[in-house]
């Protein structure tokens, strides 16, 4: 073998690559597990030592000489297209595999997944190169084969004039990421397949329509060669397709000898014309204008064979009922011989839009989405099937039904489980070119590298049925690539809408040639309305990118739904997104993100936008999610349930109720009781259902300390994703609330040093906290550092005046904020008891201030605490835009547990809507009651710690207990982009008061 590659590397075209298919052959021979491995600086290095490595996997994962690189918007390299940078990171993979040359056989090897540009050499030779990062490449290297033992080597150069059409929000990598095998096929083989399995909702029957390709039988001028198609007990044979001469114009004939009978119709060229227009034409001119038209296009394409069936009594698939069908393909020989196969699981279903609606088998489902990268945070995009299973059970079980697989096309396995598992997917092409996006669209240089990469998906993925949508790409601007492929998309595969964000990103109401579909990223909630009330309006209208839940985000994803489910032409849309994607290369739980790899340039922590952590510990956003997106829906008043019956509603689109068990429990401020199973009557989609609740329930539901009714839904029947039994979301009906009597009988005039309690439990006494550790969305460019404006981040204390009022003490405190306005605090401080006391605070804030993000208390513990016991919203973490999931009722949360570990440290763990708390362990218990529900935080991390650390595993963990007692917590928003917290979450007032008590006691 040579030291150096024996070709030119600036591939811009891939070489002698198979056309792609959709036929999976069993029987192939799998190529992972070790290789020899080395890695370049770039392609015209000389080769050197050889080490080892695994395949699949990822260099940049194990060699420091090129870690990752993470960029949003920019290239890693300071180029234009197509230049390719100097330094350019080349991987070697070289093994050896034992093969002999046979007749009426090919040796084809396939790669699953090269980041960027693949070449393959076998025994020295060039066998093919290939661009496309996230498609499969199949090299027929059979006439390369010597008997015996053959050397193989993969040669994966990291950048080419192709990785300017892959500039994904994503890590840069190289590698190769999916399984490498080597597939034995005969010379005459199924070339592709085709299925359209169609389904009527209006006669609830299916139609099957296969149309087989062949390889090495277009030539022959008879054919002799047989397909078979066996589906839905029946098995059908139908002839392949023989070539047909092309037709020519007959000759003139200038012999008088004889005289001529008439062959046309008289003006014979005018009537083809006539016939063309529409018009009429004599009946005995067809048999002519059929001939005719034999010059133009031919009945059957050579080596093509079709099939079809109609009027099929089955089942339709649709996420909700993933119900799969078996296709087998055979190809037979004259001599009956079946020389190949293919096997297929379909569902029979329609998708269609009309007017401002998608269907599925006519009825409109929600897009209960999320955006999704190939991801795993120890090997980067090398994914097994185990873990994207979990991934989707993990959607599933929060009710989550759709994916977008950005920004290019996914591993093939997970097509697979959402066939079978039920989940939509909107499939988009591996094309983003946010860097050059104003000019690559319209680049003739790279037109055809985006139709090839969007038509290699579509006819990968297109016997798929969780595939419902095909996406042209992502944020690589609006040009003639767009339409062009959108063209050959609705010309090849009529059974899907298109659609595409660059389309519309600036008018939503244009570009119909490109998108079927209205699929902005980010619009605000005005927007949202201005749409649906224009009458320009008229394709439906599904979030291609919303709610960024960058951190402590996603706030406002109720509002988004109540407008989706209230205003016409909304239909959902796709979470930004589903999983932080921080990488863990050693394992150790110390996730990193941009930089932290010494990759320049780069865009941070931006990759951290997830509902679920890197490991798929869920966020509390997913539980929001879940609640949000359960199908079932509680309508009842408190007076209703009080009487004894809940109103529910089913707002899924194709299961009744019934399809699920649920169990009902009553919330008390002791915990929950009354739990009993409860059966749901079998309530159509959309539709409202009566439920008597048992009388256990009903008791507890008069008892003095009742909350809520909590009703969960739990599966009925195993299935891929949960076994039967399986807890899933809960929604409740609040109880009317009396509001909550402190004491105010006092039991001696309190003894405060300084203005301040003192006791034994306490580190610090409680006081004035008008600041939070900044989330990430607080922090970002659109907010304009108005919270550092306020000043509230430092307040010094300029003067305390102390007061005995009767038998309180009534305690005053002016602090300057950072820009040296007053702030006022006055307590009323009542002692009612030993260690017991009920504050009154009053807060009176600067004039003018319009946007603060907290107004509360805080203090500080002893060590010996570790449990909180809460009455109130729970028992995840929940903040006053992003609630409508949370459970009113009792809870008990460790204090280690109380702050999700969001990447990057962070405002955390606020429980809303508390009445009472009990903070306990060894030390001691320490209560709080509330005459008004207030914003809860137990932390082991001060706000300091978390202004002073990057990254949540620096954040030191203290012994100590810090206790935030908020009137006012700021929502979350998800300004970073899109909109920021709702006007009604926000902090706009000068001036706050309310009362709440405070009992310590040691044990």
Partial sequence: MASTLPFPVEAFVPVKREPMHSVRREGSVSLDGAWDFQLLSHPAQEWGEWGTTEVPSLWTMQQPADPPHYTNVPMPFDEVPPTVPERNPTGLYRRSFRAERRDGRRLILQVGGAESVLHALVNGNLVGSSTDSHLAAEFDITDALVDGLNELVLVVV????????????HWWHGGISRSVSLIDVPEV?????????????????????????????????????????????????????????????????????????????????????????????PESAMPMIRAFGQT???????????????????????AETPHLERVDVRLRAPSGVVVDTATYRVGFRRVEVVGRDLLVNGRRPWIQGVNRHDFDPRTGRVCTRESMLAELTLMKRHHINAVRTSHYPNDPVFLDLCDEIGMYVVDEADIEGHAFAGQIADDPRYLTRMIDRFSRMLIRDRNHPSVITWSLGNETGHGVAHDTMAAWSRAVDATRPVQYEGGISMDWHANHG??????????????????????RADRPMILCEYAYSQGNSTGGLSRYWDLFESQPGLQGGFIWEWRDHSLDPDGDGRY??????????????????????????PKPALLEAAGIFSPLRLESSAREILTGTVTVRNRG????????????????????VATVPLELPPVDPGETGLVELPESVRDALGGADALALSVRLVTKEDSLWAPAGTALAANQVLLDLSPQVLPTDAAGVPDLVDGALVHPLLRSSPELCLWRALTENERSFSMDRRFVRTGFHELT??????????????????????????????????????????????VALPEGQTDGVRVGIEFELIEGFEEVEFVGLGPWENYPDREASALLGSWQVAIDEFAPPYIVPQESGSRGGVLEARISGSAGTVGTQHAQALHLNVARRTIADLEAHDHWWEVPTRDTAIVHLDIAQRGVGTSRLGPDADPATRLDKDSYAWTWRLQLGTR
């Fill in 797 to 842: 204390l300029s003067e305390t005046d102390v007061r005995t009022d009767a038998d309180a003490v009534i305690v005053t405190k002016t602090y300057l904020t950072a820009w040296n306005e007053p702030v006022t605090h006055e307590r009323r401080v009542l002692q009612v008891g030993d260690g017991d006391y009920v504050l009154t605070e009053r």
């Fill in 189 to 281: 083989r199924l070339a592709d397949v085709d299925i359209t399995a169609d389904w009527d909702h209006t006669t609830a029957r299916g139609s099957l329509s296969v149309r087989v390709a062949t390889h090495g039988l277009a030539h022959l001028r008879e054919s002799g060669w047989e397909v078979e198609v066996e589906a839905l007990d029946e098995s059908a044979v139908v002839p392949v397709a023989a070539r047909q001469d092309a037709q020519t114009l007959p000759r003139g004939v200038d012999d008088r000898s004889v005289r001529p009978e008439p062959r046309f119709p008289p003006d014979m060229m005018d009537i083809l014309s006539i016939y063309a227009a529409g018009g009429e034409v």
């Fill in 296 to 318: 133009a296009q031919h009945d059957a394409k050579a080596g093509e064979a079709a099939y079809h069936r109609a009027d099929v009594q089955v089942q339709p698939w649709t």
């Fill in 653 to 672: 689109t194709f299961l009744p109720l019934s399809s699920y068990c649920a169990e009902v429990t009553v919330e008390t401020r002791s915990g929950s």
């Fill in 592 to 617: 990193r993100y941009g930089g932290d790899f010494g990759d320049v340039p780069n865009d941070g922590a931006v990759l951290n936008n997830g509902i679920v952590l890197p490991d798929l510990t």
């Fill in 158 to 169: 990291k950048f080419s004039a192709e990785s300017y059409l892959e500039d994904q929000d």
């Fill in 514 to 535: 490109s998108t079927d579909i209205v699929c902005p990223m980010y619009p605000s909630f005005p927007s949202l309305e201005l749409w649906a009330a224009d009458p």
